[in-house]
């Protein structure tokens, strides 16, 4: 539940208030100025904000403007005295949820402030029904798909871009998974924050010790002046670290001290230095085996996958290539200033019986290429293997299944509607095709 925060410079009716809010089960901060407030403010949120009118220093109006002019939606109840009816009323032309005149009953509080939670509640529920809605519109913009598969991922960012918890994204080599690290910070509450990406594959463990955690002058030969480390950049936003199981154990055990105590040492130094960064992995290794065999440390496996996030590769999701091939071409098109080539029915049916090892990245390059007119072995059509009658129909029932299926966010029940087929016959189809 929201928390109340109450301002009342009567330690008696300031005490009376509080028990009488907790004894209703609200959590309540109790303060006794506005400065006090203000400084509560700006440290945590709060559903409704109870406010003496007469206090010392800065009033309850005054408190009231900048609550206002800050967060508008924040219901303020004021506090008056006897004679304060009039002070009462500029207070509700000014903002104000609702006022209560002293002396007033307990029970009136608790009605008044439950009421004050509820509205809160209902603005913060919309403000957070609108931003998904934005969110998701940013997500099928950058990570193009109407599989199942694709569906899958972005739900999965939708519902942890705004946690603070720390993700693992698993998949081949092209999938995107340095785009999910991103859209993870850019629908975070850090996005205004920096995004930091490091690579650790090929690196020794004195570079990598010294671009993660930075290092001071004189930590090692070569190191003239202090360098400010990755994981210290990265505080307050993201650090994306990519191909993490080719990370060295000595490296593997000193970021798990990061993650379990937030604190950082730069090389050459002993001074402690708090960070507060979301850690985004990323493997094309299962580190579950990994860790099996010895090769990855166990505990740092469970404390980075505590989010996963699973990227299917382009042949799990075939039917999204017409879209996806039709975007990179569009985009290579307008970066080399050329027109944008015709895709014959052909070509596209050969692009998708195309296995991709190097996924998104490989059937971009291919855009590419075709935008310049350059013939490639992957794109040419002699090169490409020819469907049988049987292969052909499957692909398309695949992709058409795939495709409602995705519009119907998943519901078998609908999606057998629109298809016009038995739940059971779609089903098993799903199950055929790996769409389940």
Not at 31 to 43: D, Q, T
Not at 220 to 228: L, Y
Request: proline fraction near 4%.
């Amino acid at each position: 539940m929201l928390k109340v925060l109450l301002v009342e410079d009567d330690p008696h009716v300031r005490l009376g208030c509080e028990q009488a809010l907790q004894l209703d089960g609200i959590p309540v901060l109790a303060v006794g100025s506005v400065e006090e407030a203000e400084r509560a403010l700006l440290a945590e949120d709060f559903g409704t904000v109870v406010t003496d009118m007469r206090l010392p220093g800065a009033s309850g109006m005054e408190l009231l403007r900048r609550v206002v002019e800050r967060d508008p939606g924040l219901p303020v109840i004021i506090i008056t005295g006897h004679g304060d009816v009039t002070l009462a009323v500029e207070a509700m032309r000014n903002g104000a949820y609702d006022f209560m005149q002293k002396p007033f009953s307990t029970a009136d509080l608790v009605d008044v402030v439950r009421r004050g939670l509820e509205k809160r509640g209902l603005v913060l529920e919309v403000e957070t029904l609108r931003r998904r809605l934005d969110h998701r519109d940013v997500l099928e913009t950058r990570l193009i798909g109407r599989s199942p598969q694709m569906s899958r991922v972005r739900q999965r960012i939708l519902d942890v871009a705004e946690a603070a918890v720390d993700i693992l994204i698993i998949g081949e080599t092209g999938t995107g998974k340095e785009m999910v690290a991103r859209c993870l910070h850019d629908l975070s509450h850090g996005s205004q924050e920096n995004y930091v990406a490091l690579n650790c594959g090929g690196m020794t463990d004195t570079l990598l010790d010294s671009e993660l955690f930075g290092h001071e002058p004189g930590a090692f030969t070569g190191a003239q002046k202090r360098r400010i480390g990755k994981i210290e950049y990265a505080s307050g936003g993201t650090l994306f670290l990519d191909e993490v199981e080719s990370m060295p154990m000595a490296m593997q055990i000193k970021l798990l001290r990061v993650l379990q105590e937030r604190v950082i040492e730069r090389l050459g130094a002993n001074q402690q230095i708090p960070v507060s960064c979301r850690v985004v992995a990323a493997s094309k290794a299962d580190l579950k085996v990994q860790a099996e065999q010895g090769r990855f440390r166990a505990d740092l496996y469970y404390r980075l996958n505590v989010v996963p996030i699973e990227l299917p590769s382009l042949r799990e999701r075939r039917e999204d290539i017409p879209e996806l091939y039709n975007e990179f071409l569009l985009q290579a098109a307008k970066r080399y200033n050329r027109p944008p080539p015709t895709l014959t029915s052909e070509a596209l049916r050969r692009l998708m019986a195309q296995d991709w090892p190097g996924n998104i990245r490989e059937l971009r390059n291919v855009a590419d290429c075709h935008a310049l007119g350059i013939n490639r072995s992957t794109a040419s059509a002699k090169e490409l293997p020819v469907q049988s009658l049987t292969e052909a129909v499957e692909s398309y029932e695949r992709l058409l299944i795939a495709d409602e299926y995705g519009r119907q966010s998943c519901n078998i029940t609908r999606t057998a509607e629109a298809l016009k087929v038995a739940r059971t016959t779609l089903h098993d189809k799903l199950k055929k095709y790996g769409l389940l």
